[in-house]
Each structure stands twice: as C-alpha cells, then as structure tokens.
C-alpha cells in the first residue's frame, strides 16, 4: 500500500505529511521536486521502479491564476502534460492515481451546486488546462480518483488566510470582493479525505467534488479571519467589477458534495470550524 505524493513541498503536500504523521501512516514517500519532476516522464518512472508506489497523490500544479493569462504554454505543460505523464506512469506501474482538480473548471455564473456531472466550462487559462489535465488522465488511466477542490489555505506556503493576517498588520483597513461565492477549503480536511479514500481501498473511480461545508463570499471569509483572530481593521466591500484581475473567475462556485460523503462515508467540516482549527495552529506554532 505504498503511497507517492508528487508536488510533496507544496500547502496540500505538506498538509498529507501531517496528517499522514497524525495518523501514523509510514509507507508514505514525499520525494523532492529534483526526485519527481512532473514534466520528466523518464525520472517519474525511475521514481515509481524504486519506490513501487500503489497509491499516486498528484499535488503538483500550476496554480498562478492571473499570470496564467500571460504564460500559457507553462501553464499547460504542467497542469495537462504532467498530469497526462503521471497517469501514463501510473498505468504502467499499476497505480492508483489521486489528482487534484479546481472548481475553476465551471464558468460559475448560475447560483446552484455544482455536480461532477455538470458542464465544465472554464473562463480562465488555470482553469481551462486543470480541465484538460483531467480529461487525459481519464483518457489514459480508468484507475484514478479526481477531487476538485476550492479556496485552498492552510498554516503551509502562501494562501488567502496567510495573506489577510499579514494585511491585517500591516493596514488600517482592506477592500475584499464580496461578489465572488464559493467554500474554503482547509487543506489538513482535504489531505484526511484523500487518505480516507486510500485507507477505503474503493475502486468507484472518477470524479469528485470536495470542500468545507458552508458558502461565503471572499468579504465574508476575511471577515472570519479577522474576527476569530481578534485583528482590528476595517474592511469594505469591493464588486468584482471595482477590482479587475487579468483571469476572470467563478461568481459562484459551490460544489455539491454528495457523491463523496455517500462513496466513501466522510464526514466534512463546516468552513467556519475549520478556520478556527487553522487559526489557533497559525496562532501556537502547533
């Protein structure tokens, strides 16, 4: 039941070594990035002969949603042809792949859940080459578990959470887009969910939806932030309109998380609760 997570040094990477260490969970390789270099199907292959993985956690992503719209051509190569190079390496080595996908694959411009079996309509580059990633992994390997997620933070690299505390600091008051909708995700919940998907040994292969529970606005979710921490700073409202971003994205994206409770029994946190556990970690050092 060996377990390879690629993209090891990255927030989710390193939210799977917690909770893998939390758990007690030994059989587990993080392999550094000169160890596992997506993009080389030669070194992937050399990694899977000696590691003899049954299980490939996929954390390694483009992710620069903005300047995704300017460089294009890295962005595809990682997100599509790395994820299609991981999948061929899989198939060879019989592993079961996890890849993790975004709710940036739907255009979000109807207020309803998203289901897995909705049309996907990117707006944007990131989204648009997830998409694609996800489709070649399907073309190529019928043993994967794709999990689309949103709104990723955590104690680890640097995510929406992280970015409003030093605000807080550094600023009297901050303008938030209030129009955008859609679930925080805190990625310790997301990396537990993964393992539970493992640890179930399912074979219901394909697509899944996982977040938080809840829905919020990214104004709603700064508001959280300063409030459980106790920052003082004043914060308006901002229409997406007022802020332009060379990506467009979602205006709501809440995905139905039906599928994944009932296939695997999981229980999923509300977004609030989850934020106070992330914060109080960020707070102790813990």
């Known amino acids: 039941m060996k377990i390879v997570v690629l ?4 927030q989710l990477g390193s939210c799977l070594k917690t909770v893998s260490a939390e758990r007690n969970i030994t059989d587990i390789a993080f392999p550094a990035e000169e160890q596992a270099n997506i993009l080389d199907k030669e070194l992937l292959d050399q990694l899977f002969t000696i590691e003899k993985p049954a299980f490939v ?12 719209e300017d460089d294009q051509d890295t962005c595809r190569k990682v997100n599509r042809d790395g994820a ?12 079961v792949l996890i890849h993790v996908s975004t709710d940036f694959v739907f255009k979000g411009d109807i ?4 289901l897995e079996t909705d049309l996907a309509e990117p707006e944007n580059t990131y989204g648009l080459t997830k998409l694609e990633g996800e489709i070649a992994i399907a073309e190529i390997l ?8 949103s709104w990723l933070y955590s104690e680890y690299g640097n995510n929406f959470v992280k970015t409003m505390l030093r605000l807080g600091k ?5 303008g938030v887009i209030v129009d955008q909708v ?9 990396a537990g969910a993964i393992l539970d998907i493992i640890s179930s040994g399912s ?9 938080n529970e809840g829905v919020t606005s990214w104004y709603d979710f700064a508001k959280a932030v300063f409030d459980i921490s106790k920052t003082q700073v004043i914060l308006n409202p901002v229409k997406t309109s007022e802020y332009v971003t060379k990506a467009v994205r979602p205006a709501y994206s809440v995905m139905d998380k039906t599928k994944i409770k009932s296939t695997f029994s999981i229980q999923i946190p509300y977004w609030r609760d989850s934020l106070a556990v992330c914060l109080e970690r960020l707070s102790t050092g813990n």
Not at 7 to 10: E, H, I, K, L
Not at 57 to 68: E, R, S
Request: hydrophobic letters at 35%; aromatic letters at 12%; charged letters at 20%.
């Open 203 to 211: 074979t219901e292969y394909g697509i899944y939806h996982y977040s």
């Open 7 to 10: 993209g090891a040094s990255g």
């Open 142 to 149: 019928p043993e994967h578990f794709t999990l689309r997620t």
């Open 170 to 174: 550094e600023r009297d008051q901050l």
């Open 111 to 114: 207020p309803t859940l998203l």
């Open 57 to 68: 956690i996929n954390c390694a992503a483009y992710t620069a949603v903005d300047k995704a």
């Open 182 to 190: 859609g679930s925080p995700t805190y990625a310790i919940d997301l």
């Open 84 to 95: 299609a190079y991981i999948a061929e390496v899989c198939k060879k080595h019989q592993a």
